[in-house]
């Protein structure tokens, strides 16, 4: 059975909303203890503020959405972008080795070439990083500073229908998942598949799933002579953020399920989606197990590691926790580069230890950003109101997120090496490191699951989507979604608890 590419989403298309015009005045500034003493830094921090107000006034600007370069920056769009990637690194190295005012001056330039609302989009990549590393110097920002207020519940989930349906990238995501837990369960010769999710956001992933099993129940109920056969059912255990996500995301998968009479459904939320997210919670303890289904983990853009100390061990003792759940397939599918979602290094690149320090996290935080803003760029229109309100209400929030754990991760250094999973030391290890000293083996990915993917693409590439491309790596074990000629985006693997006999086979 192949997977039903069908999206079955409640769409939120639509612009982006007005936003009322903040004034700009000057304000007193509190500088970090870190930015040196005198005047000077504190004239330096002063201007950085004032540059952003200026930038940030112009997002609510109506005039003004192609902003132009600054007038010294040459060498057409690729020059500029590049200068504003160097500028923001330089911030990075000036505050890893404690110069605040040179990284408070680096950053400056940044404001005065970078735009919410430029027309290239290193502008506005660069001018959300700014952003997130520029809150670092500045211990309490001043009231009347001209912040962007945060966005609305609503707002968010409108922007990240918007970049569901614009981009290919969750798609890919979901749909390369979901055709490895299809083969998964029909392998498993069951009629029950219980799919723990322990980041189930706002359910995208699954009503495509639940379709192509209720068909494949059909199709089965139609050719079958047996009228006491078990029906198909699928459970879904999915962890969120909060009681309300959770709540409107059972009420959303039940109605598209309600339209599949063939397959008989049940949700299962529980607050606190992440498998570690510490304070000694045991998930697998509330976590319904039926003896009689099929059952498959998914680990979509997980939100465990963060190349620190702690949450690595913490992701250890979840794969642990996991791994007793006996399931059929663990699916993970990460973001490449740090992009917010974990620590890079998938089965097709890995070598070792990720990389320490700083500089290099961001640097491939940035480098994913980048790419992601580019491909968005060609996906709308360029006059798009739908990708303003997508970079502003969800890619800006995973930029602040992305840049807050790589300093957060870094803070106190940490050196040492020790196993992935084992000892106490502060290295920060790759998924397929974890993966296999937790006792889980990487499994072949079927053809069907790349053609799956492959045929997405083509779907997509008359939005705007021809930039992208299918790589598969890892003699045949990683999938992985690519931008342009070098960029790999996200990666997607398979797992299964490690078997005496050393022969990987694929599901399907």
Known sequence: ???????????????????????????VIVVDDGVGDGGDSSRVVTRLLQARERMVARLDGVDDLWVAPAPDDVGGAAGRGLRLMHLLLSAVAAGESGDAQAAAAALH???????????????????????????????????SAAAAPPSTCTERFLAYTM?????????????????????AFESGGRRRLHVVDFDVSHGFQWPSLIQSLSESAAASTSGSSHDSDEPVSLRITGFGASADEVRQTEARLARFA???PNLRFE???????????????????????DDGATVVVNLVFPAAVQNS????RESCRALARIRSLNPALVFLVEKDGGGGGGGGGNVATSRGRSSSGLLPQLTASLRYFAALFDSLHECLPADSAERLAIERNHLGTEISTAVAACLDSNRGGGDH?????????????SWKEMMESAGFEAVRLSSRTVSQAKLLLK??????GGGFRVVEGGGGRALSLGWRDSTLMITATGWRRRRRSSNQTSFG
């Open 1 to 27: 059975m192949n997977l039903t590419l069908s999206l079955g989403i409640n769409g939120g298309g639509g612009g982006g909303t007005a936003t009322k015009k903040r004034k700009v005045r000057d304000s």
């Open 309 to 312: 100390r702690a949450s690595t």
């Open 459 to 464: 779907m997509k590439s008359g939005g705007g």
């Open 417 to 429: 090496v020790a196993e992935p999973c084992g000892g106490s030391g502060g290295a920060a290890w």
């Open 163 to 183: 970049f569901y349906q614009a981009s290919p990238l969750y798609q890919f995501a979901h749909f390369s998942a979901n055709q490895a837990i299809v083969e």
């Open 109 to 143: 330039e940044v404001y005065r070439r970078a735009s919410f609302r430029g027309a290239d989009p290193a502008q506005r990549v660069a001018a959300y990083f700014a952003d997130a590393l520029a809150t670092r110097l500045v211990r309490r920002p001043p009231a």
């Open 258 to 260: 309600s339209g599949c």
């Open 267 to 289: 949700f299962e939320g529980i607050v606190d989606g992440r498998p570690n997210s510490g304070g000694g919670g045991h998930h697998d303890e509330r976590i319904k197990i």
